[in-house]
């Protein structure tokens, strides 16, 4: 590939995913929720979402929350996937600690942690059951000790204004009984300005719709803490020789059956490899639901492909300039083990092929909310540490502060600050 060519694999720009129209659109939403509140909030879901709701309707009622029911297969798993995400989060939490040093005579210094007051938390709903983001969300936020945690989940699409239950069975799971039905992008406005019936948050996270990351996005300029970016899904499998084929193609449709937006990118070092997957694949994809076949060719088709690299140090580079939502290194170990150390730039890293997409989507604990098109190079998963802020400590004796005060002095004069000066020129005179 030329420069140019690899420039244009790895470069994704919001603009890919927020058009100049969609952010337009968004932005008058944003302003219709600041100014009327509830009426506006329940106009939009009944526009977008056909649902009509009064206020009083937005939130689900502690009758809905208590009888919501799943079967028991999806019971046991959601209280067998709650207990991973929980330990998980709980040892990021232990690793996070208040600390204090004398950083030098007389002068002591530090940081204390605590949680951010209140939070939102968006889980996709409407055309399909996301119960996995709502723990992969409400676990870290709880774990966090966050005092207040509001979830929003646009309503079923039958009209009747359900919410599904399997977000609520989870909700219930974890104590978390402030819930919202709505549109969107709609209801992040309201969680971000405040209606009537729904109080504002500090911090929004969530994945969703390219509406609703714009909706994210435009609510930053109004001050309101989201997590960048959420959406849409991409992946990136890294193959050798050693490369089960079959195996290979089925965790590669794991992600590429999200969505006709989806972007999914095989690195291999071997030919022969990327053609006994592509092969595989074909008889794959013949086999899924015609929607998730449609999306799966878009993905691997018109939105990714795969790359031939002259060896795995060069796929480390493909990997680390694309930075991908989710990495897996589908080749066998310790090989796979010595190509993490060369990988700085993934939301997350799946080793081998026994540790596919699915089971970090679901099970194994690890966040699941991962940055995309390109800000896993600079940002990570939502784990307890989005909820957790640090605030720093200090203390000196006069003794330390009489020490330090000439290099006070000589940058307040530097850079033109006469009282930063003069508070240590007149407190010691």
């Known amino acids: 590939m030329s420069r140019n060519e690899r420039r244009a694999l790895t470069d994704r720009s919001l603009d890919d995913v927020l058009t100049p129209s969609l952010r337009a659109d968004i932005i008058a939403l944003l302003d219709d929720v600041r100014q009327r509140g509830d009426a506006a909030v329940c106009e939009a879901t009944l526009h977008f979402d056909g649902v009509s709701l009064r206020p009083d309707q937005l939130r689900v009622g502690a009758d809905e929350l208590m009888s919501a029911e799943v079967s028991k297969e999806v019971h046991t798993a959601l209280v067998d996937a709650i207990d991973h995400v929980r330990r998980f989060n709980e040892a990021v939490r232990a690793r996070m600690t208040d600390w204090s040093l004398e950083i030098s005579p007389g002068t002591q210094v530090g940081e204390k942690i605590t949680p951010i007051t209140s939070v939102g938390l968006f889980v996709p709903g409407g055309k399909a059951s996301y119960p996995s983001v709502a723990y992969q969300l409400g676990v870290p936020a709880i774990v966090a000790g966050v005092p207040r945690i509001a979830v929003m989940v646009p309503p079923l699409p039958d009209g009747a204004g359900r919410v599904d239950p399997a977000v609520l069975v989870v909700c219930r799971l974890l104590g978390i009984n402030e819930v919202y039905r709505a549109n969107g992008p709609a209801g992040l406005a309201a969680l971000g300005f405040g209606t009537a019936t729904i109080n504002s948050v500090r911090k929004i996270v969530g994945p969703g719709s390219p509406a609703v990351t714009a909706a994210q996005v435009e609510l930053q300029r109004h001050g309101v803490a989201t997590m960048m970016v959420l959406g849409p899904t991409e992946s990136m499998m890294v193959a050798d020789e050693s490369t089960d084929a079959q ?163 000589a940058l307040a004069d530097h850079e033109g600050f006469a009282a930063h000066g003069n508070a240590l020129r007149q407190r010691f005179e």
Not at 259 to 280: K, P, Q, Y
Not at 354 to 365: C, E, I, K, Q, R
Request: charged share 15%; glycine share 6%; with cysteine.
């Open 247 to 409: 195996r290979a193609a089925l965790d590669l449709l794991i992600e590429a059956e999200h969505g006709e937006d989806s972007t999914v990118l095989l690195v291999a070092t071997n030919r022969d490899v990327i053609d006994a997957i592509d092969r595989e694949l074909d008889h794959l994809i013949a086999r899924l639901p015609s929607v998730r076949a449609t999306a799966a060719r878009a993905a691997l088709g018109v939105n990714g492909g795969a790359l031939l690299t002259a060896s795995l140090s060069e796929a480390c580079d493909v990997v680390n300039a694309f930075a991908p939502e989710h990495l897996q290194l589908a080749i066998q170990r310790p090989r796979a083990d010595d190509l993490v150390a060369q990988i700085n730039n993934a939301g997350e890293i799946l080793v081998g092929q026994d540790t596919p997409f699915s089971a970090a989507n679901f099970v194994l604990g690890c966040p699941a909310a991962l940055p995309t098109s390109g800000f896993a190079a600079v940002s990570s998963g939502i784990t307890v540490a989005a909820f957790l802020k640090t605030t720093a400590i200090a203390a000196a004796s006069n003794a330390a502060l009489r020490r330090m005060s000439s290099t006070i002095t």
